[in-house]
């Protein structure tokens, strides 16, 4: 006895089969315009070359820092060579030779130096010697002006203008003079010095893009 198909139990699978081959039509004519449209081929090429730049970003070799305005003041490049000016500044203010780049040895591109805001100066360092050395200046300035004045009460101007000779006491008294004076000078020397090269590191180098 022949068995009949019935032909509404096999209607499901042909209609799923047709869907599945449609399916598969529209995605391949989906897939074939995306690589023929220059536009979408465009899209793609922009947004790989934004990742890659994106990774090429400049970045301060020394604060690591991605924004500001940075130069290239010396012979490096790539990432070492990109730095902010204020960075390098800093840097040179501690360094042992400011004038050359520690990483290619040439020497750094300057446009000249500003003093810094003087809330950004550095505290001075004051040590127990300055201290000492300080009270030892007013102390012989205090002998000077003791010493000129015996020499007022002693009336040794009268008697240098009369023509007299000086005594053992007027030559004594000269002689401190001269050495308190002489110790005077060279101290007060040395604290001007060291004012001028405290001021002088409170400057602000400027750099600029060097020329190759």
Known sequence: MACAVDSTSTAPYSNRSQRLSSSSSTSLR??????????????????????????????????????????????????????????????????????????????????????????????????TTDVLSLVILCGMIYSLCYIGTLFSERMFFERFRSGCHMRADDIGRFTLLFIFTFMI??????????????????????????SH
């Open 30 to 127: 989906t897939a074939q315009q995306h690589e023929c449209d220059p536009i979408s081929t465009r899209s793609r090429i922009e947004s790989s070359s934004a990742g890659t730049t994106s990774l090429e970003r400049r970045a301060c070799r020394i604060c690591q820092s991605e924004t500001g305005e940075m130069v290239r003041p010396c012979g490096c490049s790539g990432t070492m060579g990109d730095i902010h000016d204020t960075c390098l500044s800093k840097w040179v203010a501690t360094a042992n030779n400011p004038s050359t780049c520690e990483i290619c040895k040439e020497s750094y591109a300057k446009s000249g130096s500003v003093y810094r805001p003087l809330k950004e100066w550095t505290r001075p360092s004051v040590e």
């Open 185 to 210: 000078v060279s101290m007060v020397s040395k604290y001007f010095s060291a004012a001028r090269v405290y001021v002088n590191r409170q400057k602000c180098i400027r750099f600029v893009n060097k």
